[in-house]
């Protein structure tokens, strides 16, 4: 049975309603647990993902830009905000309507047209606020400034910001999604760098942006798990009750387990569409389904995010997730329906480990737990409660995928996101299988195989 989607940011706990007004409110805390900010998921109509949609008049702009003497960087563990709807899940029974793609949408683009010009004196700011946005993503069509000028892309507090320098970005590019619903870009100038009416032609600008779904909107999306292709798109994803719960809630009963799901990622792939992935060995891999993305050209248009977990069981912060761009794919192939490729920045997420792939084939009966990001959520893992695997294991060793025995078989919870997660072993835990197929039985294809084709670029 699938459920309906609950939300893009992370659900660790029940709703909580704010005054009279029932909205949810949520503080959002920086690693030290000084408040920053509050997010609040205001009743807004969703927008079609299908269609760009011009952007919405008469929205109240972010506060000013960032605070004097923030930080520019290219990563942090800063708390994010979160929604918090129940973490029931309702089981549907409509098809999944599953994209061409395979991959979840989590986001919907918006024509903008907006230019940080020369003609006034000192810095210049724009503010893109989208309210209930769960993420904002601007998408740069112009980029004309003097040496030594430069742009940040920032949240309204400047907690999480990145820089953008006149000669290393092109026009014709993304810039990395800031957490949250409201993102503020600002012009920085050289000293001596003159302006007069001369640099007319000079400046930045934004012609789209990319907003993460409220979590009303989430709600409504279909859920695009992909299917074997003799499957109807009827059949359950989420195997009988869900137990799959937040990674945080098995620090304690299944530290092993808490730890592996840190090398987890979650794929922000071209501005609205999710998938998951994950660190393969020690060097700078990543593994995730072919069905994601193919070429380096998608991969650089890939945001990896590591440690979007949630803070406390039970509770409602999250970690702001680690996010680095995907680089240059290595290795892709339809039949086994894998990616491997790398990220750019690698030094910032070595700290969360890597998994292994395991050269023996799977058995029968084998218990399993897979970390996952569905439905955009934080990371979640089905299958390891520090207690019985229940029904998340080996159903059958020899299952047919996209060709005949080149899969394992199992009934592990997941959900239209999860494609890439990695199947682990609770025995040995290593990697068994990659996920990539829903339809209960759900299944993966076998890690033995993709050792063997896998085992030079490693």
């Not at 084939?361 to 897979?370: S, T």
């Not at 009934?411 to 682990?424: A, Y």
């Amino acid at each position: 049975m699938r459920r309906k989607t609950g939300i893009v940011l992370g659900v660790c706990a029940a709703l909580v309603l704010a005054g009279s007004s029932g909205a949810a409110a949520l503080n959002y805390a920086s690693d030290d647990g000084k408040p920053v900010g509050t997010w609040q998921e205001p009743d807004i109509s969703r927008t079609p993902v299908a269609a760009v949609a011009k952007a919405p008049d008469g929205v109240a702009p972010a506060p000013g830009a960032s605070a004097p003497g923030a930080k520019v960087k290219e990563s942090g563990e800063l708390s994010a905000p979160v929604t918090a709807p129940s973490r029931t899940r309702e089981p549907v029974t409509e098809s999944a309507g599953v994209t061409d793609d395979g991959r979840q949408r989590v986001g919907e683009l918006l024509h903008v047209d907006k230019l940080l010009g020369y003609l006034a004196a000192g810095p210049e700011t724009e503010s893109f606020s989208y309210p209930g946005a769960s993420y904002v993503k601007l998408h740069f069509d112009r980029m004309a400034m003097l040496p030594g000028d430069y742009v940040t892309v920032s949240n309204p507090s400047g907690t999480e910001s990145y820089r953008y320098d006149a000669e290393s970005v092109r026009a014709d590019k993304w810039a990395m999604s800031v957490t949250g619903d409201s993102a503020v870009l600002e012009m920085h100038r050289a000293a001596g760098n003159a302006v007069s009416s001369a640099l007319g032609t000079l400046g930045v600008g934004v012609d789209q942006v990319a907003k993460g779904f409220t979590r009303t909107q989430q709600q409504a999306e279909p859920e695009n798990q992909m299917l074997p292709p003799d499957r109807t798109g009827k059949e359950e994803s989420v195997c009988g009750t869900d137990t799959s719960k937040d990674a945080v809630c098995y620090q304690s009963s299944d530290p092993v387990a808490y730890t592996k799901s840190k090398a987890i990622a979650r794929l922000l792939i071209n501005g609205t569409e999710l998938c998951t992935g994950w660190r393969v060995g020690p060097n700078n891999r990543m593994l995730t389904n072919n069905h994601c993305f193919t070429t380096s050209a998608e991969a650089t248009n890939t945001e990896v995010w590591f440690n979007y977990q949630c803070a406390q069981c039970g509770g409602y912060d999250v970690f702001q997730p680690t996010k680095v761009w995907g680089s240059q794919v290595l290795s892709t192939d339809h039949t086994y329906d894998y990616t491997l490729f790398s990220v750019g920045n690698f030094a910032a997420i070595q700290k969360y480990g890597s998994l292994t792939l395991d050269t023996a084939r799977p058995v029968k009966g084998q218990e399993l737990y897979v970390p996952q990001h569905p439905a955009g959520e934080p990371t979640r893992i089905a299958g390891s409660l520090g207690e019985k695997a229940g029904n998340c294991a080996v159903i059958d060793p020899n299952y047919t995928g996209y060709a005949a025995g080149s899969d394992v078989s199992y009934l592990c919870d997941t959900e239209g996101g999860s494609s890439g997660s990695p199947v682990i072993s609770r025995k040995t835990n290593k990697v068994v299988a990659l996920h990539h197929f829903g339809g209960c039985p759900n299944s993966g294809v076998r890690a033995d195989l993709l050792a063997a084709k896998l085992a030079k670029l490693l």
